[in-house]
């Protein structure tokens, strides 16, 4: 994921949440218990547009080596935007392809971000006031819409940078692995194939009873991972 700039709690009462899980589901209650408090952290400083835009750039890559990237592309735009400010989307539409390309992205990520730029400025990514009003489904229906973002880095946007207390990204590996050792047969020991993993159906039937908290519950099974590390019980859940 990309970095988390200035971070704050949820918008939503975490005991409200744990307790509700706890109470609906045993077995996530006794992962709950294993894991500890809820240390959730949203993302309070980025817009739609820069998030989407580390989003892309992150994308596929090892944290450093896009971290590094990203840097690169913001410093590049220093003269007009000054030191540490991230470029508009009529700066990203306006500068030349070399410029981003020469600041290590690819030909496609630099395709994904000019259209982000485009997509900003004609209202298909809407600003943040206006997404804060918007149910989850029309705000991944509207960002999708960009090339690049696909419906996992909008879910993850949701839970990490709008705080929506009720999304499930049934795709995503560390949930998928996690729900696996949680409810499956999965031990922390086993070599992991695709046969060990659950389907979409399958995760979306249990967490019928976790709703409207499936993203606490989605946090817990990222936790159920680390937990399954051979040195977690020396270190606290991250």
Not at 39 to 55: C, K, M, T, V, Y
Not at 58 to 66: F, N, T, V
Not at 146 to 168: A, H, K, N, Q
Request: net charge positive; hydrophobic share 40%.
């Amino acid at each position: 994921m990309p970095r988390m700039t200035a971070t704050r709690k949820p918008p939503y009462r975490a005991d409200e949440a744990i307790a509700a899980l706890s109470a609906a589901d045993p077995k996530l209650a006794r992962l709950i218990e294993r894991a500890g408090p809820l240390r959730l952290r949203i993302s309070g400083s980025l817009s739609p547009f820069e998030a989407l835009a580390e989003s892309i750039i992150y994308q596929q890559l090892h944290g450093k080596a896009a971290a590094a990237i990203h840097a690169r592309m913001v410093e590049g735009f220093v003269e007009v935007c000054g030191i540490g400010v991230h470029p508009s989307p009529e700066h990203l539409l306006e500068c030349p392809t070399q410029q981003l390309r020469s600041a290590g992205l690819s030909a496609n990520k630099t395709l994904a971000l000019r259209d982000l730029a485009a997509k900003t400025l004609d209202g298909t990514v809407p600003p943040l006031a206006k997404i804060r009003r918007m149910s989850d489904e029309a705000i991944i229906e509207h960002l999708t819409q960009v090339r690049g973002i696909g419906r996992w880095t909008v879910e993850m946007m949701l839970i990490f940078r709008l705080g929506r207390p009720d999304v499930f990204p049934t795709s995503d590996y560390g949930v998928r692995k996690g729900f696996a050792l949680t409810f499956g047969k999965l031990k922390p020991t086993d070599k992991i194939t695709p046969a060990d993993l659950p389907k979409p159906a399958e995760m979306e039937k249990r967490a019928k009873k976790w709703h409207p908290w499936c993203s606490v519950a989605s946090w817990y099974l990222w936790r159920a991972c680390d937990l399954a590390k051979p040195d977690a019980a020396a270190k606290q859940p991250i």
